[in-house]
């Protein structure tokens, strides 16, 4: 089951060991590949949520076989819209996926724009580099869109633990936790600053019920595994970066007069 | 002999040393390490390795001016901008808009995919489509029009399309793709600028701007422009005017009704009533032509008036009558007359102050008048003809729409060669013209024009405007309406050929990409290309051929790679590696002058008007008794003293004072003052006019955080004797009324400023273009709460965006020009009331109509025209009927 149309891409020559790897045999780490397949899934669902419209394609999965695991989470979707008007189901969430993550004054879904205010800046660098040496380079779908957009990054975890997966499975340890190693990095690193807080923004601003439900699991998720990852120190230095937020500085009308001249 | 011993390695010791070479240590340091900054620009490294950075040469577009620039990239980011020093007439400098203009590229309120509305008209609501949708969807409604017009056989159909920019710098793009469609409809801005200026110029001389060379004159008369800090050529007119008035020595005299800092930067600063620069001048002309002081043989050779002509005409404007009008001294105005005819070179230069009234196109042909008559023009130092450059387009190039357009050549304004915008939805929503595709680049009126809130009606009513794309990568006020946004790419990352008379050595520049296009957004000429293939995909229309170009580069490649010279030089080649072209020379560390590889400076040249003509030229020419040399029906030069000159660009190639072509619609030929209506004005009102700051454009800047941290609110200008009669202080809330409505802003105290006029900057009060420029963060904080920009974060202090002025500003149109005159509103102004909160605007939509049924009387067949004009000589009932222009 694909449900990622990632535009993080293997690149040109670039892991085919990989590849060839997720053909092999599995091996005896039953548990820990079916493990790593389950994450590898769930952020991949994450970064399909966050990183594109959804279409009929997806829509096909999230009330098909993908119902009844969401339904459990606690994600449901409002049947009677689904079912009656697949149609315009899929408009209105394309209408609020651009409000909020595309057009001039949406919560910018890229870390360049939380950490630095402005696009492509070096945290676009940071994911670059860390695709690459997974072995992916980055392609856009659509004009404006840049390798730190929080989906995609979500759906390089799920790709990492995949692979850590595909290692598991020809008893490649050594890869595995090499893997596994690049996962946790990345997730720690590049998402764990600020993924987390960004969801909260977003889902406060979100109208419609897809999306403020898939902020929250998806804030929830990202929480849960930080917090393994983490040392106390560590967590707590995240939990305050994600609440960074702008300050409204004092302002004394009085100390500047109207004209400022 | 000095031995190891012998040293005193003490710590007194090493300071006393140091001591002593520190008093010399001019000539103890390294001759082989010079500061970065000596370098004088060119040349820029990376901070955190040391690395140069790449160099990347551009046109600038923050604003009209078209500075040379260099942009600095670093790992595929621009990460500083500096002036182009190869630049003859920008030497290396840019402006606070220039160096801040990358900042447009990577903000994160740019619009970087196609947006197609999916809510009502301006509701906010859009899904994300890709280029190539976009541009199909555009072709089908172009297509739509087109298959119409084809079905009826009315090729007035196609006036329907219609473009409207306000800035369009794309070399003629636009044109091509407009014309391909068989559109006349394109609209451009200029008569919310300087076009009264323009026309005031063109049928005096030819070209609509001039050139002062300000570095070499002796004596400048400043009327109503800030070019210290924005107008025409502002970076390189201020570079030339300080050269002149510090190097030089030369004096500097302003009119202008606010202490602008040009104003407060000059030798002498008056404040005329608005709208009485044109008696001023007239009265400096009246006293140089009674007292002898103008230049005779000039006078004889090139103008198409007589000295007694001129002076019988100047007799009723003395400067008593002046002051009369302007408020400023008889005495001041002789004096200065005088200083101006007898010190050599003179010049005046002027902006809006004077052309931006009903009637600016006399004000314009007034100044211009008082360079002619002291024999100034195009002499060193002088009042010089813009210099600029021409390139070809490429072939073929498609032929202009076969019927005239009504929005683009108003038959009642047959003078206002640069159109009159302003009147446009008026027009249409009066039912004299039909639109079915607008299209808008560079362009936000219902921020930018008078009475704008009625442009906001306007484009909001499906059945004025069935369809409309916008080609902004910003959510102005004006593209938040639109049906379908097609984002070009900022103007650091797409082509353009350019060449501004921004000084006196003629050249050529381009725009190209610094980087690659952001994101994977496209440029609008290749939009252009895609729309017009998909219009015409089979070449059934046989338009296809007008935009085959494999790629943009290609197309400029077509410009650029046969111009004579050029074409030596490395043609397209040689643009991209310098970004400007010819190189004159190298800038002088020490003078900032231009100089050739010896030192020596580079002269401008001067005395274009008196380029001989060939012998092969003037062979089967015939003369006329006013020396005008004509060949196959032309105009070619004229005769002097039996010798060819090319002479001016009019029809008798002399400077015409004396207008026929104004005579006909029954305006007076010569440079006359006419009494405004705001003269008349009721004792407690005041005169409302706007301004320019040096750090923003109109409209383009707000959202740029170093710009608007610099500036971000425009409180009004009071004189402090206007504000007590009112009982008001500086920081007071006033409520400012005009017809159309009111503002809620506060008042600026300050002593510069006329006591009868309230001025009100531009670039504030924004309704949208970004979270910055409507401190949204601030707002709806959450909502725009990205978290950790620092700058952002921290660093915006300021909780006031401004009030912008133009939804009481009354629509007024100049009868010649055709300009706004955006000085000649009548308010009054108040403390606020109560209840009224900052930045309240109430404005009715109903005065603005009426407003433009008012203007429409001074138009050439209205009735205060006539009225206004009863000393023209002219058969008032049989004036020329309200006629379209052929062609376009």
Redesign the interface.
């Known amino acids: 089951m694909d449900l990622s149309q990632n535009t993080v891409s293997p690149a040109r020559g670039g892991a085919t060991k990989c590849e060839e790897a997720a053909v092999s045999p599995a091996g005896g780490h039953g548990a820990r590949a079916a493990e790593c397949d389950a994450l590898a899934g769930l952020y991949r669902f994450l970064g399909r949520c966050l990183e594109e419209e959804v279409d009929a394609d997806f829509l096909a999965l999230l009330t098909g076989p993908l119902r009844p695991a969401l339904t459990e989470i606690g994600l449901v979707l409002d049947d009677s819209l689904v079912q009656s008007d697949a149609a315009a189901f899929l408009a209105s969430t394309a209408e609020e996926f651009t409000a909020l993550f595309v057009a001039p004054g949406a919560v910018s879904p890229y870390r360049s724009v939380f950490e630095k205010g402005r696009n492509f800046q070096e945290p676009c660098d940071e994911a670059i580099a860390a695709y690459r040496q997974a072995g992916l380079e980055f392609q856009n779908r659509y004009s404006g869109e840049f390798p730190d957009h929080v989906g995609v990054m979500l759906g390089f975890v799920g790709w990492l633990a995949e692979r850590e997966a595909e290692s598991l499975g020809v008893a490649d340890e050594v890869a595995a936790d090499a893997w596994r190693v690049r996962r946790e990095t990345f997730l720690l690193e590049q998402l764990g600053p600020w993924a987390p807080g960004w969801c909260r923004r977003a889902r406060i601003l979100a109208q419609h019920a897809f999306y403020r439900q898939v902020l929250e699991l998806t804030e929830r998720v990202l929480w849960h595994d930080l917090q393994a990852l983490a040392d106390r120190r560590r967590f707590k230095e995240l939990e305050r970066l994600n609440r960074r937020a702008p300050v409204r500085l004092d302002y004394d009308a009085d100390f500047r007069k109207a004209s400022g001249l | 002999m000095i031995t190891r011993n012998s040293l005193n390695l003490t710590r007194r010791g090493f300071m006393k040393l140091g001591g002593t070479a520190a008093a010399v240590a001019a000539s103890l340091e390294s001759r082989r390490l010079v500061a970065m900054e000596q370098s004088l620009g060119g040349k820029d490294f990376s901070a955190v390795t040391g690395a140069e950075r790449q160099a990347v040469p551009y046109t600038c577009l923050a604003c009209n001016i078209e500075d040379g620039g260099v942009a600095f990239v670093e790992?595929g980011?621009i990460v500083k901008l500096e002036g182009n020093m190869d630049h003859p007439n920008t030497r290396g400098k840019l402006c606070a808009k220039g160096n801040a203009g990358y900042?447009h590229v990577?903000?994160?309120?740019?619009?970087?995919?196609?947006?197609q509305r999916?809510?009502k008209r301006g509701e906010?609501?859009?899904?994300?489509i890709?280029?190539d949708e976009a541009a199909t969807i555009l072709a089908a409604k172009l297509r739509q029009v087109i298959d119409r017009s084809e079905r009826e056989g009315d090729p007035a159909i196609r006036n329907e399309i219609v473009f409207k920019w306000g800035r369009n710098r794309t070399g003629g793009a636009v044109s091509r793709f407009m014309h391909a469609l068989g559109s006349n409809t394109m609209v451009n801005h200029t008569n919310i600028c300087e076009s009264s200026k323009k026309v005031g110029l063109e049928p005096s001389w030819g070209p609509d701007i001039e050139s002062c060379d300000w570095a070499n004159t002796k004596y400048i008369i400043n009327f109503g422009s800030n070019v210290l800090e924005t107008a025409y050529f502002m970076n390189p007119n201020a570079q030339r005017l300080v050269d002149g008035v510090v190097a030089n020595k030369a004096k500097l005299v302003s009119f202008d009704v606010r202490l602008s800092n040009t104003a407060g930067y000059s030798d002498e600063w008056y404040a005329p009533f608005p709208g009485t620069d044109g008696a001023i001048a007239l009265a400096m002309a009246h006293v140089i032509m009674n007292e002898g002081l103008y230049d005779a043989d000039f006078v004889r050779d090139w103008t198409n008036v007589t000295a007694e002509q001129l002076i019988a005409h100047l007799k009723p404007y003395t400067p008593e009558f002046a002051e009369e009008e302007s408020g400023v001294p008889a005495r001041d105005i002789r004096r200065i007359a005088r200083e101006f005819a007898t010190t050599k070179p003179a010049t005046t230069f002027s902006y809006r102050g004077p052309c931006k009234h009903l009637w600016g196109a006399y004000q314009e042909a007034a100044i211009h008048m008082l360079n002619v008559i002291t024999g100034n023009v195009e002499t060193k130092g002088g009042y010089c003809l813009p210099r600029g450059m021409g390139w070809p387009q490429p072939e073929p190039n498609p032929p202009a729409g076969k019927v005239p357009s009504v929005l683009a050549k108003p038959p009642l304004y047959p003078l206002a060669s640069h159109a009159v915008s302003t009147n446009v939805p008026y027009m249409i929503m009066k039912g004299e013209a039909k639109v079915s595709v607008w299209m808008s680049y560079y362009d936000n009126p219902v921020y930018a024009y008078p009475s704008s809130h009625l442009w906001k009606d306007f484009l909001t009513d499906e059945s004025h405007v069935p369809f409309y794309v916008s080609f902004s990568p910003?959510?102005s006020e004006t593209t938040e309406l639109a049906d379908l946004i097609i984002p070009d790419v900022t103007y650091l990352e797409r082509h353009d050929p350019e060449s501004m008379p921004s000084g006196l050595y003629p050249c050529l520049s381009i725009r190209q990409p610094v980087i690659k296009p952001?994101?994977?957004?496209?440029e609008f000429r290749q939009t252009l290309i895609d729309v017009i293939r998909k219009v015409d995909p089979d070449e059934a229309l046989g338009v296809r051929k007008y935009f085959a170009f494999d790629t943009v580069e290609d197309w400029m490649r077509a410009h650029f790679d046969n111009i004579p010279g050029l074409k030596e030089a490395g043609g397209w080649n040689a643009l991209k590696e310098k970004g400007v072209w010819p190189i004159y020379g190298k800038v002088d560390q020490e003078t900032a002058k231009l100089v050739d590889r010896n030192g020596n400076e580079v002269e401008a040249e001067y005395g274009l008007h008196r380029k001989r003509l060939s012998a092969s030229e003037i062979a089967d020419a015939e003369i006329d008794v006013q020396g005008t040399i004509r060949k196959n029906g032309h105009a070619i030069g004229v005769s002097i003293n039996g010798r060819g000159h090319v002479g001016f660009g009019t029809g008798s190639r002399k400077i015409e004072i004396y207008k026929e072509g104004w005579r006909e619609y029954g305006f007076n030929p010569m440079p006359v003052y006419k009494r405004l209506a705001s003269r008349e004005k009721k004792p407690d009102e005041l005169v409302l006019t706007t301004y320019k700051v040096n750090v923003h454009t109109q409209s383009r800047t707000s959202s740029l955080?170093v710009l608007a941290e610099l500036y971000h609110?425009n409180?009004a200008w009071m004189n402090p004797g206007t504000a007590a009669a009112r009982d008001i202080t500086?920081?007071?809330l006033i409520r400012v009324t005009s017809p159309l409505g009111y503002i809620v802003t506060?008042?600026?105290v300050?002593e510069g400023i006329h006591p009868e006029v309230i001025a009100i900057s531009t670039a504030c009060g924004h309704d949208a273009y970004?979270?910055l420029a409507q401190l949204?963060?601030?707002e709806a904080?959450?909502?725009?709460?990205?978290?950790?920009?620092?700058?952002?974060?921290?660093n915006?202090?300021?909780?006031d965006k401004g009030v912008h002025p133009n939804p009481i500003i009354r629509l007024a149109v100049d009868p010649i020009g055709g300009s706004q005159g955006w000085y000649d509103t009548v308010v009054s102004v108040t403390k606020a009331e109560p209840g009224d909160m900052y930045g309240d605007v109430r404005v009715s939509t109903e005065q603005a109509m009426k407003d433009y049924d008012e203007t429409l009387r001074y138009a050439y067949t209205g009735d205060l025209h006539r009225a206004a004009h009863k000393e023209v000589d002219v058969d008032w009932d049989n004036l020329p009927k309200p006629a379209l222009s052929v062609g376009h």
């Open positions: 790992n980011r900042l990577y903000d994160p309120d740019r619009i970087m995919t196609p947006l999916t809510g906010g609501k859009w899904k994300r890709s280029y910003y959510m952001l994101g994977g957004t496209q955080k609110k409180p500086d920081g007071d506060r008042a600026h300050t970004g979270r949204k963060h601030r904080d959450p909502e725009y709460a990205l978290g950790g920009d620092p700058d952002v974060t921290h915006v202090w300021w909780d």
